[in-house]
């Protein structure tokens, strides 16, 4: 049987999720629906240990528009790609699956089409806790400075951007440098970003993984990234 055309992927990495993963898929199909865009959700448990893979895989096979790909290694960047190199679809949609709401995505495809070709994504402006919006600061002033990566929100999500960009692009972060390859390489690759404004999220489960010494890391790696992107021939 030949597979139904797809024209969004939404990429969904998820990690020890299992007690509510199933909740939180359910509510992309409502507003994926309402674009009228044929579309698959591209599921990516992320080295978990709680049985996320085993929560998910019943999704996939009772819903065609459900594809289970997991990443055994771990990571954030890693789960991404690999979900973005299994996706089908000409638009390419990742986020975070503990954050985001579904509600958002007609709005940010509504952009990513009247914008197009760009970088569609979420800037958040408030996450409720003052230590967390002093270091999301500090990095995107990092990213501007080093990188001229000029956005408010380096490393929000959802992110929409063409296969064609994903292709040229030749992203390698495995971990969290992830977001801010993608952005610096679009903007050397001329594709510009575009910003859909969200007051505040709410977390659906578990604990964020962002603490000190992983916000360490992503200053530390961002000078390393410049590093590289001065040798990144381009496509």
């Not at 509510?20 to 865009?37: E, S």
């Not at 916000?215 to 961002?222: N, S």
Request: glycine share 8%.
């Amino acid at each position: 049987m030949t597979a139904a055309p797809v024209a969004l992927s939404v990429v969904l990495p998820c990690r020890n999720q299992a007690d509510h993963i199933a909740g939180v898929i359910d509510r992309y199909f409502a507003p994926l629906d309402a674009t009228g865009y044929p579309y698959e959700l591209v599921i990516v448990p992320n080295a978990s240990t709680d049985g996320t893979a085993a929560a998910v895989a019943p999704l996939a096979a009772r819903n065609p528009r459900v594809r289970v790909v997991e990443n055994p290694l771990g990571g954030w960047g890693l789960s991404v790609l690999t979900g973005l190199r299994a996706a089908r679809g000409e638009i390419l949609c990742y986020t975070n699956s503990a954050r985001t709401d579904p509600e958002h995505l007609p709005a940010l495809l509504a952009l990513y089409l009247r914008e197009q070709p760009c970088i569609a994504k979420v800037r958040r402006t408030r996450r409720g806790a003052p230590l967390r919006e002093m270091g999301s600061w500090l990095y995107n002033l990092e990213a501007r400075a080093l990188l001229g990566v000029r956005v408010g929100d380096v490393n929000g999500t959802p992110k929409m951007l063409p296969r064609a960009l994903f292709e040229r692009a030749g992203l390698q972060s495995h971990g969290d440098l992830l977001d801010l390859e993608l952005m610096a390489k679009a903007r050397r690759l001329n594709v510009r970003s575009v910003e859909l404004v969200v007051s505040r999220f709410r977390r659906h489960g578990g604990r964020s993984s962002t603490n000190l010494a992983s916000a360490w890391r992503m200053y530390a790696g961002a000078w390393g990234l410049r590093g590289a992107l001065r040798e990144w021939p381009g496509p």
